[in-house]
């Protein structure tokens, strides 16, 4: 993908190199235009510092059409902010390009129309300079609406949805055939192009019923990942959005963890990155203190944290998700905070991160 600038905009375009679409020209349509704003925190950033605090605001000027929030207008100062900074991502593109990074996507940057605007600008963003994205999502609060519009209780045991009959039927209508097309909707509209795909389309996932089924139902575990389908979009550079549904050997839906569901498929595609976006900063030494952030553990350590009980809860599952991706392959695990906008590009466009990383 490329860029080019009409005065206060950049425009993405098809270009076969990554790096090449970095020029200042003018656009010839409005229309076709993305608005990049690049903020930094204090202090300043320095010309030989790679500490970036960076965030970055796109939208065209139709993006009411998606619910996106309008931008204000940029200063002269502020457009050479941008080029500095689109200067500076440079080691990390570099470091990046070519590589599969799987994000999963779900929690608070669902339910807010900013924070789904800025994954999505993230993910297109990092194909445009090379990077390989897969998405995969789950959708809860989404059916959890759909349930109550049908009087369908919803039940949970141990942080999992209570999946019968009739629950996995909304699940797969939510997940696939709502979450999944709107995600592709919006990635298409701001310049990549995406596939919906469920763990069921060409055999991605096969699933197996969770030990707990007597408990849960329809609730399932990831059987095995064959990735054929997934290469041939991401080598094509599509960007592939999986929902987090998938069928056993007899064809019969379950519903699967997307964090599960995330970690299988990166292990699977030998991914550089598996990113968990949640509700919270990411591993904190003590839970009660958002600054007891931990920026980078080993599995070792955060084993000893699990079992000394600073880890717990909703967070255990994540942990064990992304301990089993490294076991399996995954260069390094993150999990990082989705309410913060363009927590993606602080992730991977800095040293500083964005939450937990978690390394082998």
């Known amino acids: 993908m490329g860029a080019t600038a009409t005065g206060k905009s950049l425009h993405f375009c098809s270009s076969q190199d990554p790096l090449s679409f970095l020029s200042l020209t003018k656009a010839k349509s409005k229309a076709e235009t993305l608005n990049l704003n690049f903020r930094f925190s204090k202090p300043p950033l320095t010309p030989n510092s790679r500490r970036l605090r960076l965030s970055i605001r796109a939208s065209s000027p139709s993006s009411t059409t998606l619910n996106d929030p309008p931008l204000p207008s940029l200063t002269n100062s502020d457009l050479q902010l941008r080029v500095r900074i689109l200067s500076e991502s440079l080691p990390y593109i570099q470091k990046f390009r070519g590589k599969t990074i799987v994000v999963k996507y779900g929690g608070a940057a669902m339910k807010s129309a900013e924070l789904k605007a800025s994954v999505v600008r993230d993910l297109v963003l990092l194909s445009c300079v090379g990077l390989r994205p897969v998405l995969v999502h789950g959708g809860g609060p989404e059916i959890n609406v759909l349930l109550n519009q049908l009087n369908i209780p919803a039940q949970f045991r141990d942080g999992l949805r209570v999946t019968d009959a009739r629950t996995m039927e909304v699940v797969s209508m939510v997940l696939v055939g709502k979450v999944n097309k709107d995600l592709v909707s919006r990635i298409n509209y701001a310049g990549a192009t995406a596939v919906g795909l469920s763990g069921m389309d060409g055999r991605l996932l096969v699933a197996r019923p969770s030990p707990n089924a007597a408990q849960l139902g329809f609730v ?74 931990v920026k980078e553990i080993d599995i070792k350590g955060v084993k000893k944290m699990i079992e000394e009980g600073k880890v717990g809860g909703g967070m255990i599952p994540k942990v064990n998700c992304c301990i089993r991706s490294l076991a399996q392959g995954v260069t390094t695990a993150s999990i990082i905070d989705g309410r913060v906008e363009h927590s993606l590009l602080h992730e991977i466009m800095t040293d500083e991160g964005a939450g937990t990383m978690i390394t082998g």
């Open 220 to 293: 399932g575990e990831v059987a095995r990942v064959d990735p054929t389908v997934l290469q041939t979009i991401v080598d094509n550079g599509s960007i592939p959005v999986i929902a987090s549904v998938a069928a056993d050997e007899y064809g019969q839906p379950y519903n699967i963890n997307a964090d599960t569901v995330a970690g299988e498929v990166a292990a699977a595609l030998g991914a550089e990155k598996l990113i968990l976006l949640t509700d919270v900063a990411g591993i904190l030494r003590n839970r009660e203190d958002p600054g007891s952030l």
